[in-house]
């Protein structure tokens, strides 16, 4: 039913003060290409710092030697537990009857939940935090203080999805998102403390009491995204993200058909994991599609201008602190921005229809001072408030505390 990959050990002696803490994900938290491997690979580091770090990820990707690598300095023991097709599949249908979401019923598995209690009686865990709804099922089921980050509003996230979609398909994001809406409250007295990335994201939420929720938005390693672009771009404008997430396809799209035919000089690099079918239609003359980068800065730098017209997503978009902490100038949506809380005019720049774009990509590229003040200014927002160290120094004190 699924398969034990990873048990790596640590000196216990060295850990004797440290909080037992063991973490529940949905996806094993690298490589980070999707934004809630992004967010728990960086708390794992800095919660490392606190707390004897037990990993559990119950996924339906594989996760690669060299992937584990990565976490074995921050972690005292890693397990991945691979749910099969088959699993999967059972699973799905059950969610008609049991009516779960599909995106939790899916992955959850008896046979997990008995391995994971062992691996807490193993490891005398004192402390589980859950990454998002979709492991709810394991960690609501242990008796012992618990934490749950919703990250994103997933409910009202599927209600965007249905809006941009027809047919079955809007029917089945519909039915999820009701079903992901009623989860998130019902679990909600399960867990002793709760965390949200945004206040836009608390604000969506139907939850009994969401004065309780803390807010723990994302850092940038700033660091590893240092300020500067190259001396020649090879685009005038970029797009960077999973290509294969749903809103990050209809973006794509949307530069494509409403965007570029405004500024009909200018060229488009798309890069990022799993272009769709659909996505990759939309290569031409003007229009790269790079795909995975090994190093998505060089993605970045090689672009004057980074466009996210993005309707449709929650959260906070790490494709935005991430081109803003490089100091490439970034225009995106009112929505976008709410969960970000940058200065229009100042940090970033904010459009809401195509001819909204269109203008402010020709404010930058025309006004050589502006370009500059964005950049250094957006660089500076990014330095002062998305410190992964204080953010989840703020997150531990969460988990430490009593409820």
């Known amino acids: 039913m699924y398969c034990l990959l990873l048990w790596q050990e640590i000196d216990q002696h060295t850990i004797k003060s440290l909080l037992k803490l063991l973490i529940i994900s949905s996806r094993f938290p690298y490589p980070l290409e999707k934004g809630d491997k992004l967010r728990l690979y960086y708390q794992i580091r800095e919660l490392a710092k606190w707390n004897d770090i037990t990993l559990v990820s119950v996924s339906d990707e594989e996760a690669s030697e060299s992937d584990k690598e990565q976490l074995k300095p921050y972690v005292g023991a890693q397990y991945h537990f691979d749910i099969t097709k088959g699993v999967r599949l059972w699973n799905r249908l059950s969610a008609l009857s049991t009516g779960l979401p599909i995106q939790v019923s899916q992955l959850y598995d008896p046979a997990i939940m008995k391995a994971i209690e062992k691996i807490t009686q193993r490891h005398h865990i004192e402390h589980v935090y859950c990454q998002l709804p979709r492991a709810a099922e394991y960690a609501r089921r242990l008796n012992l203080p618990k934490t749950i980050d919703y990250m994103d509003a997933f409910g009202e996230s599927m209600e965007k999805r249905a809006l941009i979609n027809t047919g079955f398909k809007k029917k089945l994001f519909t039915t999820e998102a009701k079903r992901m809406r009623k989860y998130e409250s019902k679990i909600f007295i399960d867990f002793d403390h709760h965390t949200l990335i945004s206040e836009q994201d608390k604000s969506y939420m139907e939850i009994s009491n969401p004065d309780l929720v803390h807010v723990v938005p994302n850092g940038i390693d700033t660091e590893f995204f240092s300020f500067g672009l190259t001396e020649s771009s090879t685009s005038d404008l970029a797009f960077i993200g999973n290509m294969g997430y749903p809103p990050n396809e209809a973006a794509a799209v949307y530069i494509h058909d409403n965007i570029l035919p405004l500024v009909s000089s200018m060229t488009l690099t798309i890069s990022g994991a799993r272009p769709t079918p659909i996505v990759q239609q939309l290569a031409s003359k003007r229009v790269t599609i790079v795909g995975w980068v090994d190093d998505i800065r060089e993605a970045y730098r090689s672009a004057k201008v980074f466009v996210a017209p993005i309707f449709s997503g929650t959260g906070q978009q790490n494709k935005i602190l991430e081109s803003m902490a490089i100091g490439l100038p970034s225009i995106t949506t009112t929505q976008v921005n709410n969960a970000i809380g ?20 020709e404010k930058l590229l025309n006004d050589d001072q502006l370009y500059r003040d964005i950049q250094q200014n957006a660089r500076t927002f990014v330095v002062e408030y998305y410190s992964w160290k204080e953010h989840v120094a703020k997150l531990n004190k969460i988990i430490q505390a009593k409820a």
């Open 342 to 361: 940058a200065a229009d005019g100042k940090e970033i720049l904010i459009a809401d229809n195509p001819q909204e774009f269109a203008k402010a990509i």
